[in-house]
């Protein structure tokens, strides 16, 4: 039986990548300047509350933790900066966040969390004092929050956009996203890659992901056909249809 057109199952073991999140591992290209700009602008803000939006993968958690370590650099002693995700903000712990944390990050911004509770930090931290970094995938006054006095404060907040990689940010980034993994790519199939992404922070995750899997399957490097395998399968994921 031949074994020519037989896809290997692939079972890699799942190692988490290493990230790092600090200043001197952030990428800085046209997409992301201004808001480590603005991030690094605090304590002078305009505003005590701030909106960072982009596209999933574009490095907003890297810049999350820029602004904790720029508070703490900031201070005369170390404040530490609590990051939580919007769905985690409730009824219950609003004002012990607000009580512990003098600066917050509120990750993951979506009309599906808490409105009542984000009303209550938002008016506990502009009322009291205390600064506040959103995140999210879309400016906060382009989504439709229930609570209208939720959504008349997030309009008002300072937006700052995250936009997709150039072709210079999304090298850098190929070859960081592979140095977490602790994997050196050749030239050759850098410029593959190169030549055959979606120009998208989330493709070139899924895609180097996609690659390490597939290259600790077969144990071996990574290559260009691993990488053409890897694209197929991502396209062929793509294309398959949702279970109901």
């Not at 209550?120 to 995140?135: A, D, K, S, V």
């Not at 994997?183 to 989330?202: A, D, G, H, K, T």
Request: overall charge negative.
């Amino acid at each position: 039986m031949s074994t020519k057109n037989i896809r290997i199952k692939q079972f890699p073991l799942d190692f988490k990548p290493r990230t790092e999140f600090g200043r001197a591992d952030f990428m800085v290209a046209n997409c992301n300047a201004d808001a480590l700009h603005i991030i690094e602008l605090w304590p002078h803000w305009a505003f005590f509350a701030l909106s960072l939006y982009g596209p999933n993968g574009c490095g907003k958690t890297h810049l999350a933790h820029v602004f904790a370590d720029h508070v703490s650099a900031c201070c005369p002693r170390p404040i530490p900066v609590l990051i939580i995700p919007a769905n985690a903000v409730n009824n219950r712990n609003v004002e012990r966040i607000h009580r512990e944390n003098p600066c917050l990050v509120v990750e993951d911004l979506t009309p599906s969390a808490n409105n009542e509770a984000l009303f209550h930090l938002f008016n506990l931290y502009q009322n009291e004092g205390g600064y506040i970094l959103f995140t999210s995938e879309v400016a906060p006054a382009r989504m439709h929050f229930k609570l209208p006095d939720l959504q008349s404060r997030l309009n008002i907040i300072p937006s700052v956009a995250i936009g997709e990689p150039d072709d210079e940010m999304l090298m850098a980034l190929i070859v960081k996203l592979f140095n977490d993994r602790q994997i050196i790519i050749s030239q050759e199939v850098l410029s593959y890659i190169m030549q055959n992404i979606e120009r998208s922070f989330s493709y070139a995750q899924k895609l180097v992901a996609e690659i390490d899997n597939i290259s600790l399957a077969y144990k071996r490097a990574v290559s260009v056909p691993i990488v053409k395998e890897a694209i197929l399968s991502l396209q062929q994921s793509d294309t398959q249809p949702t279970l109901f």
